[in-house]
T-cell receptor
Framework: GAGVSQSPSNKVTEKGKDVELRCDPI?????LYWYRQSLGQGLEFLIY????????KSGLPSDRFSAERTGGSVSTLTIQRTQQEDSAVYLC?????????????FGPGTRLTVL | AQRVTQPEKLLSVFKGAPVELKCNYSYSGSPELFWYVQYSRQRLQLLLRHISRESIKGFTADLNKGETSFHLKKPFAQEEDSAMYYC??????????FGQGTRLTINP
C-alpha cells in the first residue's frame, strides 16, 4: 500500500516568507509526527498528533512554527517569517496506535532551503 | 532530561570487519530503545528494537542498563550497510527522542 507522502519534495524560499509543508499519512494511522533533520542536530521532534487529543507541541522551536491536522488525516506544518536556520529536511511519520508502541513509518521528507 | 547520545558522527570500516555504532542514553525508568537506518536516497526506517531481541540484517543491539548503552553491532560489515544510523529512545507512549546519528561507511 501507499506509504507516507510529503509535498513538496523541495522548497526554496526567501528569508521572511511563510511556507507550508504537507504530509499525507498512511491511511488508518491515528498518530502523526513531524521531525526536523539538520546537519549537526540529528533528528529533532517537533510535534505529535494522536487522534482527537490535543497535539504535543513541545518540540516546536518557536512560535513561528505551527501545525494542523485536518480530519484526523492530512497535516500541514507552517513556518512563518522563515529564517536561514530553518533550512533542514522536514520529516513526517505516522503510526497505528494500538498498543504500547507501534512502528513509525516515515515519509521522504521536504527539503527546505531558506535563502 | 531524556537524551540519546551517539558520540561518532562518522564511522568508517572495511568490508568484512566488525562494526559497532555507539549509543548512550539518559532516562529515569525502564527505557525502550530503537535503531533506525536511512540508506542513500531512501526513507528512514526501523532497523530493530531492543524489546524484540532480534537480529536484523546481521545487526544486534543489547541494552546495557548499567552502562546506559544500546550499541549496534555486526560481526562482518557489508558494503550495503553503508547508511545513516540513528539511535532512538521512546519517551512516553509514542514520542521518539533521536540521537544525532552516525554515518557509517563500509570501504571495499
Amino acid at each position: 500500500g501507499a506509504g507516507v507522502s510529503q509535498s513538496p519534495s523541495n522548497k526554496v524560499t526567501e528569508k521572511g516568507k511563510d511556507v507550508e509543508l504537507r504530509c499525507d499519512p498512511i491511511s488508518g494511522h491515528t498518530a502523526l509526527y513531524w521531525y526536523r533533520q539538520s546537519l549537526g542536530q540529528g533528528l529533532e521532534f517537533l510535534i505529535y498528533f494522536q487522534g482527537n487529543s490535543a497535539p504535543d507541541k513541545s518540540g516546536l522551536p518557536s512560535d513561528r512554527f505551527s501545525a494542523e491536522r485536518t480530519g484526523g488525516s492530512v497535516s500541514t506544518l507552517t513556518i512563518q517569517r522563515t529564517q536561514q536556520e530553518d533550512s533542514a529536511v522536514y520529516l513526517c511519520a505516522s503510526s497505528n496506535v494500538g498498543g504500547h508502541y507501534n512502528e513509525q513509518f516515515f515519509g521522504p521528507g521536504t527539503r527546505l532551503t531558506v535563502l | 532530561a531524556q537524551r540519546v547520545t551517539q558520540p561518532e558522527k562518522l564511522l568508517s570500516v572495511f568490508k568484512g570487519a566488525p562494526v559497532e555504532l555507539k549509543c548512550n542514553y539518559s532516562y529515569s525508568g525502564s527505557p525502550e530503545l530503537f535503531w533506525y537506518v536511512q540508506y542513500s536516497r531512501q526513507r528512514l526506517q526501523l532497523l530493530l528494537r531492543h524489546i524484540s531481541r532480534e537480529s536484523i540484517k546481521g545487526f544486534t543491539a543489547d541494552l546495557n542498563k548499567g552502562e546506559t548503552s544500546f550499541h549496534l553491532k555486526k560481526p562482518f560489515a557489508q558494503e550495503e550497510d553503508s547508511a545513516m544510523y540513528y539511535c532512538a529512545l521512546l519517551q512516553g507512549a509514542q514520542k521518539l527522542v533521536f540521537g544525532q546519528g552516525t554515518r557509517l561507511t563500509i570501504n571495499p
